[in-house]
């Protein structure tokens, strides 16, 4: 019944900017936490940034190491989407992006892939050198 929908990906220069969105389906968007992941070819899905629900909207965001600083993650419940705001991009952030849902209600971020039911299609991006 949850279904997530990225856009937003493209190809950029190295040092380059881009804005991914996910729109949201579902009664309950606001209640879940959000996350991005990535996956590039031959390499695992790995988490980039993760947004928390509602009740936990006081606690801080969670980034991998490899994008702090130049990713930023948000949220609009009332319109149902999640952003991931890229700047400074560097070739090795070549991958497909996908947004996911927790599969819990009220959780806290969690970085583990298998954690997360609801996933998107995912959105191609390239960075190019």
């Known amino acids: 019944q949850v279904q997530l929908v990225e856009s937003g990906g493209g190809l950029v220069q190295a040092g380059g900017s881009l804005r991914l969105s996910c729109a949201a389906s579902g009664r309950r968007f606001s209640s879940y936490a959000m996350g991005w992941f990535r996956q590039a070819p031959g390499k695992e899905r790995e988490f980039v940034a993760g947004?928390?629900?509602?009740?936990?909207?006081?606690?801080?965001?969670n980034y991998a190491d490899s994008v702090k600083g130049r990713f930023t993650i948000s949220r609009d419940n009332a319109n149902k989407m999640v952003y991931l705001q890229m700047n400074s991009l560097k070739p090795e952030d070549t991958a497909v992006y996908y947004c996911?849902?927790?599969?819990?209600?009220?959780?806290?971020?969690?970085?583990?892939?298998?954690?997360?039911?609801?996933w998107g299609q995912g959105t191609q991006v390239t960075v190019s050198s």
């Open positions: 947004v928390p629900s509602v009740i936990t909207s006081g606690t801080p965001t």
């Open positions: 996911a849902q927790d599969s819990h209600p009220y959780g806290k971020i969690r970085s583990d892939r298998n954690e997360y039911d609801y």
